[in-house]
């Protein structure tokens, strides 16, 4: 069994994917690793160069965000997880940190926060307004100290899946996360994190996305949602 598992979303995405598993490897020499990207049906070389450098390929046709790591998480067999964009965003640098939290116990979960040191360009107005939104209703909603709702970038004991509750397909699927964690009463911490910007296309539809979390913030918090499968 590895110790870290690192799952990696990915939708055409060869113009970073390899850099992205360069970075992990390099990051985490010390660590007994398996990287697995979850694919829907990229049309480019993404599944090329991932297979090329070593990674294992779970294809998931079903597209959606939380769909991916609902699938990644269940193919994972590390003692850790670890997450991120294949982007190129998030630096892979600092998995160190967020795994050294959690193996000298002092966090059961660790999120990048990107916000409190974020760069000039590394987001757009409109993104940077759309996340603080999300980050005062999931402040208030929930009542958390929590900075960056909708990071990426996570850590975590796989052990501790069986106790969320994890039913978003979309990109939701990262403040529910949090949400779980928080009421499951597992210690969240954030670790502030150098944002990038992206390398290729978003796949995110910036307005409709914001939108759509922040009714599912709202409506996770009166409980009305989907039953597991
Ligand atoms: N497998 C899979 N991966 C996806 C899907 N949608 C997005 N991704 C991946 O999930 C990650 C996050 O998507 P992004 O487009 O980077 O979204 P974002 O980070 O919110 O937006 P940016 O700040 O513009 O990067 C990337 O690695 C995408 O390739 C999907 O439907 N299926
Ligand atoms: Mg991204």
Redesign the pocket.
């Known amino acids: 069994m590895p110790e870290v598992s690192v799952v990696i979303p990915t939708m055409n995405e060869e113009a970073s994917i390899g850099a992205v598993i360069d970075e992990v490897r390099s990051a985490l020499v010390d660590w007994d690793l398996e990287i697995l990207i979850v694919d829907t049906d990229s049309r480019d070389r993404t599944r090329d160069i991932a297979i090329a450098k070593g990674a294992r390929v779970v294809p998931e046709p079903q597209r959606g965000y939380g769909r991916a790591y609902k699938t990644g998480f269940a193919a994972a067999t590390g003692t850790f997880v670890a997450t991120l964009?294949a982007?190129l965003?998030y630096p892979a640098s600092r998995f160190p940190d967020f795994l050294a939290a959690l193996a000298e116990d002092r966090a059961d979960f660790v999120s990048g926060d990107r916000l409190s040191g974020l760069p000039d360009g590394a987001m757009t107005g409109m993104h940077r307004v759309g996340n603080e939104i999300l980050n005062i209703a999931f402040r208030s909603l929930y009542d958390s100290g929590v900075r960056d709702s909708q990071s990426?970038m996570w850590s975590f004991r796989r052990s501790i899946l069986p106790r969320l509750r994890l039913v978003h397909d979309g990109m939701a699927f990262s403040e529910e996360l949090k949400v779980e964690v928080i009421r499951a009463g597992f210690r969240f911490l954030e670790i502030p994190i150098a944002y990038r910007v992206?390398v290729g296309d978003?796949k995110i539809r910036s307005v409709s996305d914001a939108t759509g979390n922040l009714m599912w913030l709202a409506r996770k918090r009166v409980g009305w949602v989907p039953r597991l499968p």
């Open positions: 964009d982007d965003t990426g992206r978003k």
